[in-house]
């Protein structure tokens, strides 16, 4: 399974567009990028998923760049309830769906 | 809300016990998956069932057992029970059991607490 990079912490003010990276440079073809969420000792969440194309939804955007190496979690609007650990995850689709979560990046929305 | 049940929504016992943790999936999810959550080692995947059949294991260790019943709600039985396995435990869901295209959906957890 391809590993995954994110930086360990940022900062964004409230009502700002969060841009949080991953790096994924071993990913195969046949991979999805998905994103999830956890809000301090809440269950994860599940925010957004891809292949190749970007996709949108209510929550967020993501943008998978052509190379499908990386790509950028976009928060539209940033709000305090968005402080979150936000993690990254590579899975084959011949995977079961399990989930390997790594270290996450935790985004901290400041007023 | 998730739609996904977990009871209880904490408890507490002594080292050598066994304990009993149940989910409930979202209405049509197949899928269950368990996870632990500890301070040092973050979010790990202990074992998944589809349709009342184990699909998939992790990490879980030879004291801890699961199962999915018939109706599709499903138990982690940790036996034996050590200081170590203090920690958040988180039930999943998905619609599928294969393939990589099935958002899950998590549960509010069992916080655990060996003393």
């Known amino acids: 399974d391809a590993k995954t990079t994110q930086p360990p912490s940022m900062d964004c003010a409230e009502g700002r567009a969060a841009n949080l990276p991953c790096n994924h440079s071993t990913i195969s073809g046949n991979e999805y990028v998905y994103w999830y969420r956890q809000i301090h000792s809440q269950g994860p969440q599940y925010i957004i998923h891809?292949?190749?194309n970007n996709e949108t939804n209510e929550m967020a955007s993501l943008i998978i760049t052509e190379d499908r190496k990386s790509s950028t979690l976009i928060l539209p609007h940033a709000t305090l309830r968005d402080t979150a650990v936000y993690y990254c995850i590579v899975i084959p689709s011949s995977n079961t769906g399990k989930l390997i979560f790594g270290q996450g990046t935790t985004l901290q929305v400041k007023p | 809300d998730s739609g996904v049940t977990q009871t209880p929504k904490h408890l507490i016992t002594a080292t050598g016990q066994r304990v009993t943790l149940r989910c409930s999936p979202r209405s049509g999810d197949l899928s269950v998956y368990w996870y632990q959550q500890s301070l040092d080692q973050g979010l790990q995947f202990l074992i998944q069932y589809y349709n009342g059949e184990e699909r998939a294991k992790g990490n879980i260790l030879e004291r801890f057992s699961a199962q999915q019943f018939p109706d599709l709600h499903s138990e982690l039985n940790l036996s034996s029970l050590e200081l170590g396995d203090s920690a958040l435990y988180f039930c999943?869901?998905?619609?599928?059991?294969?393939?990589?295209?099935?958002?899950?959906?998590f549960g509010p957890g069992t916080r655990l607490t060996v003393t």
């Open positions: 999943a869901s998905s619609v599928g059991g294969q393939g990589a295209s099935y958002e899950q959906y």
């Open positions: 891809g292949l190749k």
